[in-house]
């Protein structure tokens, strides 16, 4: 079995690195009053959408009920020790439908620019080839 151990700070820690592409103004936050752990986290919000329903025009028949999501963010971590920093990540979130608002079933994907790059080469090809049909 792992443990996975949350880091803490160490002892006058302060966030000083952000990134351009971060939507954040994580340091203006921490100077604010922010804790460490709220503050380290650089991010940025992406797109995302809610699935219609699909149904058959003729039968009326559901083919796919409305409601999955997905969403798209990017993450990045200050590493606590400042000798690293963490790996920017694209988060790829997908729910299938609520069947009310506490209770979904969801999975986040953590993909790096490489991973992301791969699910658009793959998405663009699948898409092109349903194109040709
Ligand atoms: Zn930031």
Redesign the pocket.
């Known amino acids: 079995m792992t443990a996975i151990v949350e880091p803490t700070a160490p002892e006058g820690f302060e966030?000083t690195?952000?990134?351009s592409w971060?939507?954040?103004?994580?340091?203006q936050d921490f100077a604010e009053g922010a804790t460490v752990e709220q503050a380290r986290?650089?991010?940025i919000g992406g797109p995302g959408a809610v699935l219609p329903e699909l149904r058959n025009i003729v039968g009326e028949q559901i083919l796919r009920p409305g409601g999955g999501v997905w969403n798209l963010t990017t993450t990045?971590d200050?590493a606590l020790d400042k000798a690293t920093v963490g790996i920017a990540t694209i988060n790829l979130e997908v729910h299938d439908v609520f069947e009310n608002r506490f209770q979904h079933n969801g999975v986040t994907l953590h993909l790096t620019v490489g991973d992301a790059l791969e699910l658009i080469a793959g998405l663009t090809h699948q898409v092109n080839k349903l194109l040709q049909a």
């Open positions: 966030p690195y952000c990134p971060c939507d954040k103004d994580h340091l986290e650089h991010l990045q200050t």
